[in-house]
């Protein structure tokens, strides 16, 4: 079970990618779209990514904390992961980057409260 559950996450990594180098692959934009908008697009991808990580990763099912502040963790890691790429092919907007600090801020209180509950 543990070796179908981290090549799931292998697979949904890989997808998550895939989907947000080309947002547009399931189907096409109504209207022309500006930089900051694709940005947005790419994004919820991130979840993907961030799914396929927490399966890699993930190998402590002890409690039900654990597991969901890991879970929580994973998917901002995603999120974060594919924000900083749209930066890279989209442009930098500075409410982009409001938005990335927001994510930070999330992943170090989601690692604190994985942290305190590991111990």
């Known amino acids: 079970m543990n070796l179908f ?4 996450g292998v697979i ?10 080309k947002p547009d692959l399931l189907g096409r ?3 022309p779209i500006d930089p900051y ?3 947005e697009k790419r994004v919820k991808w991130g979840i993907i990514v ?7 990763f993930n190998n402590n099912c002890t409690s039900w ?11 901002t890691v995603g999120v974060i992961m594919v924000r900083v790429m749209a930066f890279v092919w989209g442009g930098f ?3 982009q980057l409001w938005w990335l600090l927001i ?7 989601f690692g604190f409260l994985y942290w305190k509950q590991k111990q």
């Open 37 to 39: 908008q694709m940005i």
């Open 93 to 95: 907007f500075i409410k």
């Open 65 to 75: 904390g654990l597991i969901t502040t890991a879970f929580l963790a994973t998917l």
């Open 103 to 109: 994510e930070f801020l999330a992943l170090i209180l």
């Open 50 to 56: 961030g799914l396929g990580l927490f399966l890699i």
């Open 29 to 31: 934009f109504s209207g």
């Open 12 to 21: 949904l990594l890989i997808t998550g990618f895939i989907l947000a180098i």
């Open 5 to 8: 559950l981290k090549i799931s």
